[in-house]
């Protein structure tokens, strides 16, 4: 039996501003791994937290998603109602 307990969800503050970023692949309309699923997949947005623009990743495995960004080694979970503001 194990007792590790997982680490609560952390979550952007509301309304954080978002812009639209892409890389070079998003432009030519190819995709980041040839199954389209990952756990790191670049979004081709950021969001502006703590003074500074963090790339907004997404967790997607079957048909279920999770976007987030990382700062320092942490999560941070990108509510879905969030959308780009520039």
């Not at 680490?7 to 501003?17: G, I, M, S, T, V």
């Not at 199954?35 to 979004?43: D, I």
């Not at 963090?54 to 987030?68: D, E, K, L, Q, W």
Request: hydrophobic residues 30%.
């Amino acid at each position: 039996m194990s007792t590790a307990t997982a680490a609560p969800l952390e979550y952007l503050p509301d309304n954080p501003r978002i812009r639209h970023r892409p890389l070079w692949y998003h432009n030519r309309g190819l995709q980041q791994t040839a199954s389209g699923y990952g756990r790191k997949l670049n979004s081709g947005l950021e969001a502006f937290h703590n003074g500074r623009w963090y790339r907004i990743y997404v967790c997607i495995f079957s048909n279920s998603g999770t976007a987030y960004i990382v700062t320092r080694g942490r999560w941070l979970i990108v509510p879905n109602t969030c959308r780009p503001t520039e």
